[in-house]
């Protein structure tokens, strides 16, 4: 990326130029990783919005049904011991975030979704 100037003004000096080159690039590689390269682990927390799930936000954890990567709602919820999960896929999933950081529904979708569990 050149480091332009104004006619008539003095040039910039070339390390203040690389300076804001290097910010530049750092920003925009961070909003890449923030939106299209949202991975999820097996055992990772999550807090899942689904219309199947009713309103609100459901704590969740990552799991695998067959070879599909999904989401395991407990019932009941926590701190009660589980008696039986509920399987969510992430195509009907609406909202899923991870210590409290919104997560791209639409790279999840990308990497994880299609899969039928069952």
């Given at each position: 990326m050149p480091c332009r100037t104004l006619p008539g003004a003095r040039p910039p000096r070339i390390r203040r130029c690389r300076q804001v080159a290097a910010l530049l690039a750092v920003t925009a590689c961070g909003a890449a990783a923030r939106e299209g390269k949202a991975t999820l682990a097996e055992g990772d927390r999550v807090q899942i919005a689904a219309a199947s799930l009713g309103p609100g936000w459901h704590p969740g954890t990552?799991?695998?049904v067959g070879n599909c990567t999904t989401l395991l709602v407990s019932s009941p919820p926590p701190p009660a011991p589980p008696v039986r999960f509920?399987?969510?896929s992430l195509?009907?999933?609406t909202g899923i975030r991870r210590e409290g950081r919104a997560l791209s529904i639409a790279?999840?979708?990308r990497a994880y979704g299609g899969?039928?569990?069952?």
């Amino acid at each position: 990326m050149p480091c332009r100037t104004l006619p008539g003004a003095r040039p910039p000096r070339i390390r203040r130029c690389r300076q804001v080159a290097a910010l530049l690039a750092v920003t925009a590689c961070g909003a890449a990783a923030r939106e299209g390269k949202a991975t999820l682990a097996e055992g990772d927390r999550v807090q899942i919005a689904a219309a199947s799930l009713g309103p609100g936000w459901h704590p969740g954890t990552v799991g695998k049904v067959g070879n599909c990567t999904t989401l395991l709602v407990s019932s009941p919820p926590p701190p009660a011991p589980p008696v039986r999960f509920t399987v969510v896929s992430l195509d009907s999933v609406t909202g899923i975030r991870r210590e409290g950081r919104a997560l791209s529904i639409a790279a999840l979708r990308r990497a994880y979704g299609g899969c039928r569990p069952f």
